[in-house]
């Protein structure tokens, strides 16, 4: 059974660092583009960063661009989101979601619970 969960949430003071885990089993990192959505109160939810750990290509949205960094451990099965500098901005919860389209354009997508992150003096 294919699952993820994040972990490493919690409150943080602005220019603080969070890093968020999202333990993964039941499938190859190898398989399925990982990536961490968030959704903030009254806002659409928004992808922050995405990871091939095949190739290891990665993505960022301009928001977090140079303040975020995604990697993938394939040994844990886990994929990382070390948060620095982080913004009232920032606040959310944090999703993790795998996701893969079969040469046949079938497509598997799978989330987790999420994890709150607050950005807060």
């Known amino acids: 059974q294919l699952q993820l969960v994040e972990s490493g949430g919690g409150l943080v003071q602005p220019g603080g660092s969070l890093r968020l885990s999202c333990a993964t089993s039941g499938f190859s990192l190898d398989d399925y583009l990982i990536g961490w959505f968030r959704k903030a109160p009254g806002k659409e939810r928004e992808g922050v960063s995405c990871?091939?750990?095949?190739?290891?290509?990665?993505y960022y949205a301009d928001s977090v661009k140079g303040r975020f960094t995604i990697s993938s451990d394939k040994a844990k099965n886990t994929v990382y989101l070390q948060m620095n500098s982080l913004k009232p901005e920032d606040t959310a919860i944090y999703f993790c979601?795998?996701?893969?389209?079969?040469?046949?354009?079938?497509?598997?997508?799978?989330w987790g619970q999420g994890t709150q992150v607050t950005v807060s003096s």
């Open positions: 990871i091939s750990s095949w190739d290891g290509r990665t």
């Open positions: 979601n795998a996701n893969r389209i079969t040469g046949m354009g079938e497509e598997f997508d799978y």
